[in-house]
């Protein structure tokens, strides 16, 4: 007794997990949604949500209507500084998304983000290719450190400990550079 949320490209729906019939169903009309949805269980003040991403954004349903939860970000919705069609990992009231970038010699970071799942603002970014003064920049030579690409997390699921919150994040080499 309950219901299955699932992505089905130009879609996201709700069915009965006993009988397989459609409860709700969610229009997608930018972009697909693949792999997989996000479900946050509220946090006591606010309800669960339904986290999707179709490329450039990320959208909050409401789980019982399929309707966008205009509560969340920009009526419903926040912007990815970086396309990411795979659904957020969610911990706590933390949404995380990696980045879909090309593995060229340059292009964009490929940076992890974090995002409140309550209220959509950005909370943090990860450069997966440490900029000066973090740790690990200087294993960089030179310059070699900018405009790198390839240093994503290029597939769908982060993990996390919840002993420890550590997240685990499958980065991407960084692409080579040709001399």
Known sequence: ????????????LALDAASGKEVWRHAVA???VRRAVSYWP????????????????????DPATGAVDTSFGEGGQI???VPYGYPPTVYKNVLVVGAQVQEMIEGEPGDTHAFDAVTGKHLWTFHTVPRPGEVGHETWLG???????GTNVWIWYLSVDPR???????????SKVFT
Do not use: C, E, Q
């Open 1 to 12: 007794d309950g219901v299955m949320f699932y992505p089905a490209g130009n879609a996201v």
């Open 30 to 32: 930018d972009g697909a």
């Open 42 to 61: 509220g946090d006591g003040t606010h309800k669960p949500r339904i986290f999707y991403s179709s490329g450039k954004t990320i959208r909050a349903l």
């Open 79 to 81: 912007a990815l500084p």
């Open 143 to 149: 310059d070699s450190w900018k405009n790198r690409s």
């Open 164 to 174: 420890t919150d550590t997240l685990f994040m499958p980065v991407g080499g960084p």
